[in-house]
């Protein structure tokens, strides 16, 4: 249930829902079972694997960057906030998934909380048009805006395409509408970064998905296609073409546009290399230490700016050992679970529901990796829960093959 609601949010559709903060009372009674029962949470496996290890790195470095960043107060609210939370949530995914059941149901919760951000993306969110432009995209999101939901959804559509391989019937027949209302929820964002995630994720999915054949392939990026182009609002079109036209676009051209604000992002990155200005400073950076700011004159309006863009903002607060911890997640993810897939046994491919279920997910997740790098090019997701629950899920998959291999090789000397 929190990975349903961590992804969804739907909580915060409902007033009395949100008050009562649901996700701290699943924590807290998460927290109550594991004192209460220790015999039924196993820590043996927790630091097995490589991603708890860089997660655990990841937020030590967090700390150290408070201390040494551009303020102080800031960092560390935002350290017990909001970061310690998704740190605490990841572990809590390195512990529950101890076999492929487990990956399994957890990789469905995470489509749950998807269907239910569709649903909010058709039924509850509303299209309104963009001041001084033709389109006309959802806004109003609560904590969401659409780049974001982009990112979130195309994680989503490979996860689908791997329950829609492995599933029975109805779960197929879910997946596929699920793909489908993927497809109108990534049009009503109007989000261009989504659409070229969308594009690198259908390329990377056509090209490496090669255990599955390629009428299959083709077939599931167009079912997402078409539910994307019957659904497309007014002026999304022109939106999207605008993408082949960089040098045009306010974020080319304005001081405030995404390439500046990455050129600063690095620059505050290579001005302080070892710690980083300091978690969640990134919007004060640019309020008091930037190029704009000094340039600025008494009195004249500063706009703190979020660093659109997760790689720049983790390097640019983190630091230099930041960015590479971060980025092995997702470089490590990619390159650890091809390698895990030519240790498997080859007949795990068409074995039995578990073996193909962890066979399969050594391709998928290398893909739902890439869609996410793409897509959080053009958000700050840093330290939302997306790249951590995958790096659960990646170590979800180390777990429950060495557990399906004991099992099998126990099985066999019988």
């Known amino acids: 249930m929190i990975t349903v609601l961590t992804v969804s949010r739907v909580h915060q559709h409902f007033p009395l829902l949100a008050k ?34 860089v997660v655990a790195a990841l937020g ?30 990841a572990f809590l995914l390195f512990i529950g998934i101890r076999n492929a059941r487990e990956l399994y149901t957890f990789v469905w919760a995470f489509l749950v909380g998807v269907a239910l951000l569709v649903w909010q993306a058709l039924a509850v969110f509303h299209l309104l048009p ?18 974001d939901l982009g990112c979130v959804l195309i994680v989503g559509l490979v996860l ?39 594009i690198g994720t259908g390329c990377a999915l056509l090209l490496l998905l090669k255990r599955v054949s390629l009428m299959k392939r083709v077939g599931f990026v167009a ?13 999304y079109w022109e939106q999207i073409g605008t993408v082949l036209s960089p040098t045009k676009d306010y974020n080319w051209q304005s001081g405030d546009g995404r390439r500046e604000i990455w050129a600063r992002g690095i620059g505050y990155m290579l001005d302080y290399p070892a710690f980083g200005i300091g978690i969640n400073n990134f919007e004060r950076a640019e309020g008091t230490i930037s190029d704009k700011a000094r340039r600025s004159f008494a009195g004249d309006p500063i706009r703190w700016v979020a660093p659109h863009n997760s790689f720049v903002q983790v390097g640019a607060e983190l630091g230099l050992p930041g960015l590479i911890l971060w980025s092995s997640l997702i470089v490590g993810g990619i390159v650890g679970m091809s390698r895990l897939r030519r240790r498997l046994p080859p007949a795990w491919a068409h074995g039995d529901a578990e073996e193909r279920l962890l066979y399969l997910a050594t391709f998928h997740l290398p893909l739902a990796l890439i869609g996410f790098a793409i897509t959080a090019s053009f958000v700050s997701f840093a330290y939302l829960d997306l790249v951590y629950m995958l790096a659960a899920f990646v170590a979800g998959v180390y777990v429950a093959a060495s557990e399906k291999a004991r099992r099998t090789a126990a099985t066999q000397v019988r």
């Open 20 to 53: 009562a903060r649901p996700v701290l009372v699943l924590y807290m009674l998460t927290a109550a079972f594991i004192v209460l029962a220790p015999r039924s949470v196993s820590m043996t496996t927790l630091f097995r694997t490589w991603p708890p290890k």
């Open 223 to 235: 079912i997402v296609g078409g539910g994307l182009a019957v659904a497309a609002p007014p002026g």
């Open 160 to 198: 689908a395409v791997l329950t829609l391989l492995v599933a029975g019937k109805k779960g197929k027949v879910t997946s596929a509408m699920l793909l489908v209302g993927i497809g109108v929820a990534l049009a009503r964002s109007g989000s261009r970064g989504a659409f070229v995630g969308l």
């Open 60 to 89: 030590v470095v967090a700390c150290i960057s408070a201390l040494f960043g551009i303020s102080f107060g800031g960092a560390a609210s935002f350290l017990v906030s909001v970061y310690s939370s998704v740190l605490v949530y």
């Open 130 to 147: 963009v001041p001084g432009q033709s389109i006309a995209r959802l806004a109003e999101m609560y904590t969401y805006d659409s780049n």
